[in-house]
């Protein structure tokens, strides 16, 4: 609880005190995937336990293996569908049973509707606004933005209660700013067939903002903090055309190696970042401010 004072309390005794996270447990949703990974590595190097969740169980835990694999015995994997709030209560009584306390929460998981090849609704031209499929629009809301409003629903309690935690959304440079449609235009294609960014992922990214400063007042006097990171694309062996015309809206002119988020994540989760709630850190190579 905060000092209702107003006068801060005891500041950390050193920088590298202030990013130790040993003895907390982490959630990590959408954990399976490529930058779940990344987030768990970054919360086990500095001695955290890391629960990589994801409704892809074999995902999970093929992640938790490659995790423990560099630090032991810091990495746990558990399926889950966020979508559904029993299994995240189920989770949460699991969690609770197996470790007793859960002090982070990372909201990464998302749909990540291709801008290519849905099969669901066949080829590239699903992802147009005119013909974007009602079931799709869904389902990522309900991954994105749903899943991480049950996950904070579920979790934000039991950091409350304990006077602190910490809850990371993950949204993306396309929460602040509009997608460039000209980056994913294919050779050949007539207008209307001419694959787009999908409408969800903006939708998703930019409530995740919202819910960010929501969730940062309410429990603020409870000493929980949330804040959102806003990433730029990730480079994970794009075609070079695609690159290419990406790195001209990037003044540093290239998409984020894999592991170049750790340590933003290291900070937002931990004690680094104590007087920080609230915020958006844009980590874009500055494609926003351009
Ligand atoms: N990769 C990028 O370039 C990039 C850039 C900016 C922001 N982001 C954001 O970072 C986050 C992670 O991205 P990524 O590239 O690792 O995505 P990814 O697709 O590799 O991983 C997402 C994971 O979420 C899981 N998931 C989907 N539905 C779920 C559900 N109902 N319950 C639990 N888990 C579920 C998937 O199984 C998958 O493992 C996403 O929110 C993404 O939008 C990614």
């Known amino acids: 609880m905060p000092d209702p004072s107003g006068v801060p309390g005891p500041a950390p005794a050193s920088v590298r005190e202030a990013f130790d996270l040993s003895g907390r447990v982490a959630v990590i949703t959408g954990g399976g995937g490529l930058l779940g990974r990344k987030h768990a ?3 086990a190097e500095l001695g955290a336990l890391a629960i990589l969740v994801d409704v892809d169980l074999a995902r999970a835990e093929t992640a938790a293996e490659a995790v423990n694999g560099l630090y032991p015995g810091r990495a746990v994997a558990r399926g889950c569908d966020i979508t559904r709030p029993e299994a995240v209560e189920a989770l949460r009584d699991d969690l609770l049973a197996a470790h007793g306390r859960v002090d982070i929460l ?5 749909n ?11 080829g590239g031209q699903w992802s147009r606004l005119e013909a974007f499929p009602l079931d799709v629009w869904n389902q990522d809301i309900a991954v ?4 991480a409003f049950l996950c904070a629903r579920v979790f934000g309690p039991v950091m409350a209660a304990a006077g602190r935690g910490v809850i990371l959304n993950v949204a993306s440079d396309l929460g602040l700013i509009a997608p460039d449609q000209r980056l994913y ?45 806003a990433p730029g694309g990730v480079h994970a062996g794009q ?26 994540v290291a900070y937002l989760v931990s004690d680094a ?18």
Request: glycine share 10%; with cysteine; net charge positive.
């Open 273 to 290: 970042s104590s007087y920080m709630t609230g915020a958006v850190l844009t980590v874009d190579g500055g494609r926003t401010c351009w």
């Open 41 to 43: 590595e970054a919360v």
């Open 144 to 147: 994105g933005l749903t899943g």
């Open 239 to 264: 075609d070079p055309d695609f690159l290419g015309r990406l790195a001209h809206l990037i003044p540093l002119a290239r998409m984020a190696h894999q592991d170049e988020y750790k340590a933003t």
């Open 106 to 110: 990372i909201n990464n998981a998302a």
């Open 185 to 229: 235009r294919k050779a050949g294609l007539a207008e209307d067939e001419q694959p787009v960014k999908p409408v969800t992922y903006s939708v998703v990214k930019a409530g995740l903002i919202g819910l960010t400063r929501y969730l940062a007042t309410y429990w603020a006097e409870r000493g929980v903090r949330a804040n959102a990171v």
């Open 112 to 122: 990540n509707p291709k801008v290519e090849g849905n099969p669901k609704a066949g």
